[in-house]
Nanobody, 128 residues
Framework: QVQLVESGGGSVQAGGSLRLSCKLS????????LFWFRQAPGREREGVAG???????IYAEFAEGRFTISKDNALKTLYLQMNSLKSEDTAMYYC??????????????????????WGQGTQVTVSS
């Protein structure tokens, strides 16, 4: 049974930092691509960052320079380090995985959100 469990969300003041984690189980990472998405109230879900099996990464424009995605294959854990947080970063953050993700598939999945599995989300609230 595949499970993705996020943690690390919380409430912080603008300018602060948070590190999100996503523990994956029931799957082998292999050629999988891993992603962070987010959804704010009243808004559509959007891509935040993605990382391929060879550690190539992709970021949304709003995340560039502030957020860093990384993974630990041995621990089967995905991370998102978020610095210089803004009130507009307030959202539910979800991790997701696309199991078969060859070549530049991760770019497409980042846009289409066509992942195979999703976590339940962790709430990030940034107060100004």
């Amino acid at each position: 049974q595949v499970q993705l469990v996020e943690s690390g969300g919380g409430s912080v003041q603008a300018g602060g930092s948070l590190r999100l984690s996503c523990k994956l189980s029931g799957l082998t990472l292999g050629t999988a691509c891993l992603f962070w998405f987010r959804q704010a109230p009243g808004r559509e879900r959007e891509g935040v960052a993605g990382i391929k099996d060879d550690s190539r990464v992709i970021y949304a424009e709003f995340a560039e320079g502030r957020f860093t995605i990384s993974k630990d294959n041995a621990l089967k854990t995905l991370y998102l380090q978020m610095n210089s947080l803004k009130s507009e970063d307030t959202a539910m953050y979800y991790c997701a995985v696309k199991l078969w993700c060859p070549s530049d598939e991760y770019v497409s999945v980042f846009g289409t959100q066509a992942a195979n599995y999703w976590g339940q989300g962790t709430q990030v609230t940034v107060s100004s």
